[in-house]
């Protein structure tokens, strides 16, 4: 199935922004390109007029930039199968579509939208499938031709065939059939002469020599309007291999379209540049998107995009439908970043930084990186832990947490004083300050939690920081001592 190169498409119709479900497809077929040494193409299915969004194809196109899905022929690439576009291909299909008629494969149909909601409404009442009852089926030649030239407006229908059924050797699935009986007659050209995605998506595949078709499992039921095509235009169809549906992370219906947040401000992202804006790494996505619904064995999560390239198969997709999984996602991209190097992560933090009206200077940045790279899960997440290190002055904050457990308001002067005359004559370094603060609180009779409580809160503003020692040596004696005092005059204005 994969010995040869494998010509695969990415062929997205651009009315929304680009979803996870479609970002793995589009990994899927980059990574079926790459491990057999084909072509990866990509190509722009704006037939829908009506639904088509321009700003869809950019965030398209920086999504897959975003996660490496660098493409071989197509949009902004070319490639000697173009036009990429399909409303640029219009010709081409008018041809195909002429020759399908003269063969008597396909048919005009001069039904009004008032007499098809009609037939489908009757239908349903019947207790049957909406659907197309083939008024238009049996019209002679003749009159077709001539209510055409008199200007009636038309669609044109494939004519399926009435009675057998069609298989389907789908390269996840095995075999699928389906009884014609069931299936309905599709427009293929609509009355404004577009053809629609099932009869542009065969000429377009077959045209652009494409061996492997990979879609959602929700194209299983359109598979006989395009073999049927393919049969009746004479063409050898590519492999096909439906992709199992991504499930909500409650495993009980489909990802949603849509993003949510929680009560708690928490962002459940379903767009790629929603994922890109809150700082997952494209490594990491790029491993997770592979493994929902693929994997390489029971127990292999972690692989570099060149392990998946290598490893990856269609024979190791599953046909089940796998569920999203936030935490795991998340799990992954702490592990990817806490595997950068300090000057990578430091260089992809200062954007959010800047995100955020934090003017952070590199060199500073590259002392604290290490401080927060273990805390991490999402490069957002950066600002919020590293905004004091960058203040002239801290916001003002509860006096009532400078107090440490076990001890009261009381207490903190006298450990206050006791830090500035320690850090007024330490070594500030992170081992000098370490051992000068672990004797000090020793001399004071308290646990080193005690005694730092109070320190974190005048230095940074807050009970959780990074690591105290590293804090307080990329501060500065100057800094430091100077909060310490500011903590102090604030205990004094509230006595």
């Known amino acids: 199935m ?5 010509r ?20 899927y077929d980059y990574l079926l390109a790459r491990k057999t040494g084909g072509s990866f193409i990509l190509r722009i299915e704006d037939t829908d007029q009506k639904r088509f969004n321009p700003d869809s194809v950019a965030d398209l196109l920086d999504g897959l930039r975003f996660l490496g899905l660098d493409w071989d022929e197509g949009v902004e690439v070319g490639g000697e199968y173009g036009p990429y576009v399909q409303t ?98 599709a427009v293929l050209v609509k009355s404004n002469g577009i053809p629609t995605y099932h009869f542009a998506v065969v000429v377009d595949d077959h045209l652009m020599e494409i061996t492997h078709v990979l879609r959602g499992e929700e ?16 063409w050898e169809p590519p492999v096909f291999a439906h992709l199992p549906v991504i499930l909500n992370p409650a495993g009980k219906g489909k990802m949603s379209k849509r993003e949510t947040r929680a009560p708690d401000g928490t962002v459940y992202p379903v767009f790629v540049h929603t994922f890109k804006e809150l700082g997952y790494l494209p490594e990491a996505l790029f491993n997770y998107l592979a493994l929902v619904g693929w994997s390489y064995d029971d127990k292999t999560e972690i692989m570099t995009r060149e392990e998946i390239i290598e490893r990856f198969s269609l024979e190791r997709v599953n046909s089940s439908p796998a569920a999203w999984d936030y935490d795991k996602l998340n799990h992954f991209n702490g592990m990817y970043i806490r595997n950068l190097s300090v000057p990578d992560l430091t260089d992809r933090l200062l954007p959010f930084l800047e995100k955020a ?28 832990k590293v905004d004091f290190f960058f203040m002239d002055e801290l916001p003002d904050f509860d006096p009532a947490l400078l107090v440490p457990k076990k001890l009261t308001m009381a207490d903190v002067p006298a450990i206050l004083q006791k830090a500035h005359t320690v850090l007024a004559e330490a070594e500030f370094t992170h081992d000098g300050l370490e051992k000068a603060l672990k004797a000090a609180a020793a001399e004071m009779g308290l646990k080193a939690g005690q005694f730092y409580q109070p320190i974190r809160v005048a230095t ?14 990329v501060l500065g004696r100057e800094t430091v001592l100077r909060r310490i005092e500011q903590a102090q005059l604030r205990l004094e204005i509230g006595d």
């Open 2 to 6: 994969t010995d040869k190169p494998a």
């Open 8 to 27: 695969v498409r990415y062929a997205p119709s651009p009315t929304g922004y680009f979803h996870v479900g479609g970002a793995r497809t589009a990994l």
């Open 88 to 185: 640029e291909r219009l010709e081409i299909y008018q041809k195909y579509a002429k020759q399908l008629l003269d063969a008597g494969h396909v048919y005009r149909c001069f039904c009004t939208p008032e007499r098809l909601a009609k037939v489908n409404e009757e239908r349903q009442k019947a207790g049957l499938n909406p659907g197309y009852d083939r008024h238009c089926r049996n019209l002679s030649p003749e009159e077709s031709e001539a209510r055409a030239a008199a200007g009636e407006p038309f669609t044109i229908r494939i004519k399926i065939p009435l009675t057998g059924s069609i298989t389907l050797h789908d390269a996840i699935r095995g075999d699928i059939t389906i009884e014609n009986e069931i299936v309905n007659d």
């Open 219 to 234: 194209w299983v039921s359109s598979f006989p309007i395009h073999l049927h095509l393919y049969d009746f235009l004479g």
């Open 357 to 384: 009206g934090i003017h952070a200077d590199r060199e500073t940045m590259l002392k604290i990186t290490p401080l927060i790279q273990e805390r991490l899960t999402i490069l957002s997440e950066a600002a919020a």
């Open 460 to 473: 940074c503003g807050r009970k959780v920081a990074p690591p105290l020692y590293g804090t307080l040596e």
